[in-house]
């Protein structure tokens, strides 16, 4: 991949995830960072995240979670509930031999990274969402939510459907990628959003093609995550979403609370996770630290990378000294 590291195939007794690791830690005295990638991502988002982790002296490490790039992919969605996926970050510390590590997810990946603090709190350092926030489970199953809030044409609501929405993406994952990786044209999440931003099946389908202006990846950079769904279709990434109640039945009777050091960085213009959704977030993370980069959307590692590892470094040099 282009200015990234190789991957290296773990066995984790179960499942091979790849790894990419720049490691700025050689005598080993901070814990690791692990960077775990939300949808439609892979490992490769943290492009710009990792050489500047490194440069600050930690053993960075970015995984391509199970479904995904070049880890295993199975189809059967019952292996990509809340414990699976964590469970898969746990054996993945034990096949290298750390004990405890950092967790830093963005969208998907801060859904997995916060729940494993809550799961496995003594294999957990530290915990950083990026444009993801904790929220205690709803009192209801979220999917009936989404779908009353903001009508079926959701994507996640269409997501449930087996095998067609994927099907639907491989048909010309280059269009795809290039719809979804784009900067709002907004500064700040309006007050009203059109649902129809949601509906990325229809837009993907019948909608007009995606605006060069608003692009964020480069052409080889698109050319990355094309290969990389090539070889791994869609179905693991989208079979995360297929376990948003399973997650909330497994997570409702958990005790919210997070200890540990955790940060939050949201982006202004977020649409898909807005700021407004961290308000309240001290009552369950008394240890937080939150920031907003403005004028950036919800793929913050692509739109400003600069300002989010201007962040992380500072936190993780005050939070996890040698």
Not at 72 to 86: F, L, R, V
Not at 95 to 117: K, N, R, S, Y
Not at 166 to 191: G, T
Request: net charge negative; glycine share 8%.
């Amino acid at each position: 991949m282009a200015d990234f590291p190789d991957p290296k195939i773990i066995d984790t007794g179960g499942v091979n995830l790849a790894i990419y690791e720049n490691d700025g830690d050689a005598n080993r005295r901070r814990p690791p960072v692990i960077f775990v990638h939300g949808w439609p991502e892979i490992a490769y988002s943290w492009k710009y995240v990792l050489p500047a982790v490194a440069e600050a002296g930690f053993r960075a490490i970015a995984v391509d979670l199970k479904g995904f790039g070049r880890s295993d992919t199975p189809h059967d969605k019952s292996q990509y509930d809340i414990e699976k996926m964590t469970g898969d970050l746990v054996a993945l510390l034990d096949a290298l031999g750390i004990e405890q590590a950092v967790f830093c997810g963005h969208d998907w990946g801060g859904a997995i990274t916060w729940p494993m603090a809550q799961l496995h709190s003594s294999r957990v350092a530290g915990v950083i969402g990026v444009s993801t926030p904790h929220r205690p489970s709803p009192p209801v199953a979220p999917l009936a939510i989404m779908e009353k809030r903001y009508t079926d044409r959701h994507y996640i609501v269409q997501f449930q459907q087996e095998d067609i929405p994927e099907k639907i993406f491989e048909r010309d994952p280059d269009r795809f990628f290039r719809l979804m990786f784009r900067r709002p044209k907004f500064a700040e999440v309006p007050e009203t959003t059109d649902n129809r931003v949601y509906d990325i099946v229809g837009r993907f389908e019948t909608g007009p093609p995606p605006d060069d202006s608003d692009a964020i990846l480069s052409d080889v950079d698109i050319a990355v995550f094309v290969e990389a769904y090539t070889r791994s279709g869609f179905t693991g990434g989208i079979n995360l979403y297929r376990n948003i109640d399973r997650n909330w039945e497994l997570m409702k009777a958990c005790d919210p609370v997070i200890t540990h050091p955790a940060l939050w960085v949201g982006a202004a213009s977020d649409i898909f996770l807005p700021p407004a959704g961290a308000d309240g977030i001290e009552k369950i993370v008394p240890n937080i630290e939150k920031h907003i980069i403005p004028d950036c959307g919800h793929w913050v590692m692509w739109e400003r990378p600069d300002a989010l590892n201007t962040i992380l470094v500072d936190w993780l040099l005050r939070k996890m000294p040698d």
